[in-house]
């Protein structure tokens, strides 16, 4: 769908259900890293041209709708669930707490949330539906999507350069054939899921974790 019509969808959204936001996560499928979660009320009255699902986007056309987002948003929150948490709670009720804590710290708070997927978090303390593949309906999802997605791999950037050795910056943590392959050779680092490794044996990541040590290829 265009630009246009995800605002009209989400006009729609507004005359039945006053101000709300979307809500959309990146990173559920990585074997490391955190999951991150973001919130979005649009400003009807100024739109962003382009915004669109953040999968359909390039990355330098996400960066630049990233910085369009953050400043002319009427409210936006982005929380990361870290691996630890997801390795406590699954992977599922992990991004559903990221999404709840992200509607939470919107200031001003909105009267209703629209919520990318099949699920709705819960506790909610406002209405809420979820919206299948709805990054691709919803301009307000959209935008969540892209603030998700942009800082997700801002931070696995972040961990390229402190842990070279594992590549993130070309895998961004998903289970990739190189990223197995460096996994056998230098082990499992503080920031790997290990309920996603379970079913695999990897040893402990030793000396050569230490940040800026060692890059294969």
């Known amino acids: ?23 959309d ?32 986007l390039s990355e330098k056309k996400r960066e630049a709708l990233y910085e369009q987002i953050v400043r002319r948003a009427a409210a936006y929150n982005v929380v990361m669930i870290g691996p630890e948490e997801i390795d ?4 599922l009720e992990a991004t559903m707490e990221g999404m709840r804590q992200a509607v939470a710290g919107l200031s001003p708070p909105p009267a209703f949330a629209l919520i990318d997927g099949n699920r709705c978090p819960a ?9 299948v593949k709805g990054d691709g309906l919803s301009a307000s999802i959209a935008a969540a999507s892209i603030l998700a997605k942009v800082s997700r791999d801002r931070y696995m950037l972040e961990l390229d350069r402190q842990y070279p050795q594992y590549q993130l910056a070309k895998h961004k943590g ?30 402990e990541a030793g000396p050569g974790c ?5 890059r294969d290829g």
């Open 1 to 23: 769908m265009k630009g246009e019509e995800l605002y009209l969808y989400d006009a729609g959204v507004r005359a039945a259900q006053g101000i709300f936001c979307g809500v």
């Open 25 to 56: 996560e990146a990173g559920r499928g990585p074997l490391c890293g955190p999951v991150c979660c973001a919130a979005v009320m649009l400003d009807p009255a100024d739109p962003i041209e382009g915004v669109n699902d953040s999968k359909k």
């Open 88 to 91: 406590r709670l699954n992977i």
């Open 123 to 131: 506790p909610l303390a406002l209405p809420a539906m979820s919206l």
């Open 174 to 203: 998903y289970g990739t054939r190189l990223h197995y392959e460096l996994l056998q050779t230098y082990g499992i680092a503080p920031f790997y899921r290990r309920s996603f490794l379970k079913n695999r044996s990897f040893k």
């Open 210 to 214: 230490e940040a800026g040590e060692g």
